[in-house]
């Protein structure tokens, strides 16, 4: 069910998922403050609204992020999901994927069937915009990044048609625009009468992809940026996720500028940062209030790679707007082995990933437990 209406010339969207979550999102530049809230707006607190009087016996407000990485269903994959079909991809994980009331992925890469190929780039994706966005849906996404170096691969055009079947399929989506004050529009979504902004920033080349004042493309990582817009959301939000798109393909090791940038989002007022790009994990970081995923590696992704084999589903919970606990449940991503369909591990493969999860982040001074096959880390 997914009403829409028109409020003052612009559209609002109001999706109300089987879990009873709502999620409010705005296609253009709006200003958060005046936001009509939906029907469900009475559970919405507002920064100025005074807390009615809770019973002692009510738990604390729990809400529950699932946040995947890369997700391309197009390129060599395409004969098999003509075959078994674009629901294939999530059939072994979409349970997991459900926890969550809100679940994140990076969409790298247009949903269309027109525009022109960007003519400087060795690769260029697509994938068809009726099949994957319901698909997307079904398995439980609500909000993805369209910040990253694959969304300009056709176009402007490509961009337009990959938000319309967004907005067609009732997922939120972040980072990218018809201009750079668009493209860094936060989406405010309500989880239980708990309201969390998503932004998402691109550190990726090529440069021509980034949004102008003028120009369609994704959101650039500014500094300045991020600590005015981490801020400004923080200020409308109880919980505000930053996403990025950074760092070196197939290399565990982080620049300087994540660390730097992570940070910066989380000492504006973000709970939580979601990094991609270099298709496989990187560290985990427990930093002030907040954590850091550096990289969450592949998710559903049609190319075959040696390097991406492994990665995971984060589930992060958030108590009283404030993360508490983050869950790493690792998959095999090995597209030779598990041919486009992400798949949990466990036993020893699963302690293996947790094992090297632990490693990569115990170099950021955090330390991960290892919870019967998944990587865990709690909140101070
Ligand atoms: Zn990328």
């Known amino acids: 069910m997914i009403p829409i209406r028109q409020t003052g010339g612009r559209w609002w969207r109001l999706l109300v998922t089987a879990l009873g979550v709502l999620c409010v999102s705005c296609a253009t530049p709006p200003v958060p403050r005046s936001l009509p809230m939906p029907d469900a707006a009475p559970a919405v607190e507002s920064p100025i609204s005074i807390p009615a009087p809770v019973a002692a016996s009510t738990p604390p407000k729990e809400i529950r992020i699932a946040a995947v990485g890369d997700i391309m269903l197009g390129g060599t994959a395409t004969p098999e999901l003509r075959k078994f079909g674009y629901d294939y991809p999530f059939e072994k994980t979409q349970d997991i994927l459900k926890q969550g009331q809100i679940v994140f992925g990076n969409l790298e890469g247009p949903l269309t069937d027109a525009g022109e190929p960007a003519t ?75 309201t969390v902004a998503f932004l998402a920033y691109s ?33 409308q939000a109880d919980i505000v996720m930053v996403s990025f798109h950074w760092g070196q393909e197939g290399k565990t090791e982080l620049r300087d500028y994540q660390v730097e940038l992570a ?6 007022g973000a709970s939580a940062v979601l990094g991609h790009h270099p298709h496989i994990l990187q560290g985990v970081e427990r930093y002030n209030h907040g954590v850091i995923l550096y ?15 492994r990665s995971a589903i984060a589930l992060l ?64």
């Open 120 to 194: 400087s780039k060795q690769y260029v994706f697509r994938s068809p915009p009726d099949k994957v966005a319901p698909a997307l849906a079904r398995a439980g996404f609500n909000v993805v990044s369209l910040a990253n170096n694959h969304t300009l691969d056709y176009g402007p055009e490509g961009l337009v048609d990959t938000r319309a079947a967004l907005d067609k399929a009732g997922i939120g989506y972040v980072g990218a625009g018809r201009n750079l004050a668009e493209a860094r529009q936060p989406l405010y979504m309500v989880a239980d009468g708990v």
């Open 203 to 235: 550190l990726t080349f090529p440069q021509e992809f980034w949004a102008g004042s003028d120009r369609s493309g994704t959101a650039f990582g500014h500094e300045r940026h991020v600590r005015a817009d981490v801020a400004a959301a923080r200020a």
């Open 317 to 380: 919970t958030f108590r009283d707007k404030r993360w508490r606990e983050l869950k790493m449940i690792p998959l095999n991503v090995k597209n030779a082995e598990v041919v486009f369909q992400p798949r949990p591990l466990a036993g020893p493969e699963a302690a293996e990933v947790v094992g090297h999860l632990q490693q990569l982040s115990q170099s950021l001074g955090t330390t991960l437990e290892n919870r019967d096959g998944v990587a865990v880390l709690v909140a101070e």
């Open 295 to 309: 990289s969450l590696g592949n998710f559903a992704f049609g190319s075959f790679s040696n390097t991406a084999t």
């Open 263 to 268: 940070r910066v989002a989380i000492d504006s």
